[in-house]
């Protein structure tokens, strides 16, 4: 697909010098707009500002993001999965490892979040609970499904984000939130977490299943979920190795929970050829 600022929109165009990165997919609606790109290790994109409100999704990584507030002798912060930026927001991003990066361009005028609260002016985090959503609508994509299904999945993805941006939690669950994603492959128990984190294990418990709606159990499935089907998607390796590498007994059970929440096989989420036509080499994601 060919290049360009335009076609890049809130993704930001990377530098041209190897390595560099491909822009996949570009599916406008009514609605929204999703841009879909692959990011080479070591590529990177320089200082853009967004135009409109997006969702920003990635798989692999890690990426790491500069803004304009942050001192030069900063690092950088590490981007987590998927983040709400708001019209205006700029910064500047490095890619460590091979990464896919989805973004969800809509206006935050189309979708009111309810009770009088607005979209966030900062850059925001999202849970995992929002991550079926996003393959809903990639798949539809891919799938070159009519435009008014690709629509549905956007608005619903969209839907439920200013749900979740409307209900905030206490900033200490925001705290166990991010240490279960930093620790994904190994979650501690709920009684450790409270210990941890200075709360009981049934107010903690309460507290997340209000705010999430799920347990911390089911949460942390659908981390390990979410990494397995990047794995499927951007990698050559068998099923079952990605099965046990996310913390699935083996390759049946990662089957099951994949037909139940993505409605696909694990063959079916491969999608080399889409690599293959484009002549790019099928990336290793870790």
Known sequence: MAGGADNWGTLGEPLTDA??????????TRIATLRHAFYEAGAVVP??????????????????????????????????????????????????????????EFDCADFPIGGGLAWPDRSTVLPAILYNPVWRALLRVSDDQPGAAVEEALAALVTNAARFLARPGPEWLRDVIEHIH????????????????????????????????????????????????GLLWGTGRSISEIAAETGFADQSHLTRTLARHSARTPGQMRWKASYVKLGIRVPDIN
């Open 19 to 28: 390595p560099s990165g491909r822009l996949l997919r570009l599916a406008r």
């Open 47 to 104: 200082r853009h500002r967004h135009s409109c409100a997006s969702l920003v999704y990635g798989v692999g990584g890690p990426c790491y993001e500069t803004r304009p507030q942050l001192t030069a002798d900063s690092p950088g912060v590490v981007k987590r999965r998927q983040t709400f930026h708001p019209p205006g927001y700029e910064h500047s991003v490095g890619f460590g490892a091979p990464c896919h990066v989805l973004a969800f």
């Open 182 to 229: 930093g620790n994904w492959q190994n979650i501690q128990s709920v009684n450790w977490l409270a210990r941890r984190f200075g709360k009981s294990p049934q107010y903690l418990c309460r507290a997340f299943k209000a705010h999430l709606g799920v347990t911390i159990g089911q949460y942390s499935l659908l981390l390990r979920l979410d990494h397995a089907r």
